[in-house]
């Protein structure tokens, strides 16, 4: 038998603060969110950032952050209901929303907090594709914690395999078999590679000037990691669409590379557009 890591029980359960008990994953989503707000708040106030003046105020992400999150819990859940399981829930409507049972969509939490600030956007006349690019560059955070949160939890683990890294998880469900960590390879290339390329295109890049910019370059980003760890990752059978060797995962991340690939392509049209324009002189 190769050689495997084999990773302690860890109890789900990080917090007890009385008779309530806050769990890793809930403190992945807290962290994260407190994390995204302070960052967003940062670059909407940094007029650098902008070439000019931001047309954003960074108190208005204070509100935001309830949309945003509002947006990805429903989103979330309503998207593991119809993407991965809707006959069980079409059976049983009462479990749809017992989102304390498990069960919740990446692709439906983009959607839920792609429509909340599109709607807070247009609500408080907003320009749309610049508060989704501040959060764009902001999301991979989530991404990050939410993965680590995955491993610690001992969910979500990938396929058997025989590489030097592979780890046995403590679930029962998982075999006893070493397997690949991919939560972690998520984490590295959805969260913290992501971040790193969303913020070279802020900072260097002065991105947030071509609206749409840094939305896309994450989008297709993600779409792009999701599909190449998805080769790595344990899938489960009968759950979710497959269509011959394309899992579920792969499947519903592949619009997004499409549609990252626009939106990137739109944004870099209208830039080289707009420097076009002939100047005022007076």
């Keep these: 038998m190769s050689f495997a890591i084999i990773l302690p029980v860890i109890d789900p359960v990080a917090l007890n603060l009385g008779p309530i008990s806050v769990k890793w994953y809930g403190l992945a989503y807290m962290v994260s969110l407190l994390l995204g707000w302070a ?6 106030g940094n007029q650098r950032l902008w070439g000019g003046k931001s047309p954003i105020k960074p108190e208005q992400f204070d509100d935001l952050l309830l ?20 006959v069980y829930f079409f059976n049983n409507p009462s479990q749809i929303m017992a989102t304390w049972n498990g069960g919740m969509s990446f692709h439906g939490g983009m ?13 408080h006349d907003l320009p749309v594709l610049s508060v989704m690019d501040v959060a764009a560059a902001t ?13 610690v939890n001992g969910e979500l683990w990938g396929r058997v395999s025989d590489v030097p890294w592979a780890m046995v998880f403590p679930n029962p469900e998982a075999g006893g078999v070493p397997r690949h960590p991919s939560q972690l390879y998520e984490a590295a290339l959805e969260g913290a590679l992501l971040f790193l390329v969303a913020r070279f295109l802020t900072h260097k890049r002065l991105a947030f000037s071509k609206p749409g910019l840094v939305l896309g370059t994450v989008i297709l980003g993600y779409g792009l990691a999701r599909i190449f760890v998805e080769n790595f990752r344990q899938f489960d059978e009968g759950v979710g669409l497959m269509i011959g060797p394309f899992t579920p995962g792969m499947i519903y991340s592949a619009p997004m ?3 990252g690939a626009y939106l990137i392509f739109r944004a870099r049209r209208l830039g080289a557009d707009s420097s076009k324009k002939p100047t005022k002189t007076i």
Excluded: D, E
Aim: proline share 4%; charged share 10%.
């Design 257 to 259: 590379v499409v549609l």
């Design 139 to 151: 999301a991979p955070l989530g991404f990050l914690f939410g993965r680590i949160a995955n491993f």
């Design 67 to 86: 949309w945003i999150t509002l947006g990805v819990v429903v989103g979330g859940r309503l998207g593991y209901v119809l993407f991965y399981n809707p």
């Design 39 to 44: 960052y967003t708040r940062y670059l909407s």
């Design 111 to 123: 959607l839920g907090s792609l429509l909340a600030i599109w709607f807070y956007s247009k609500r």
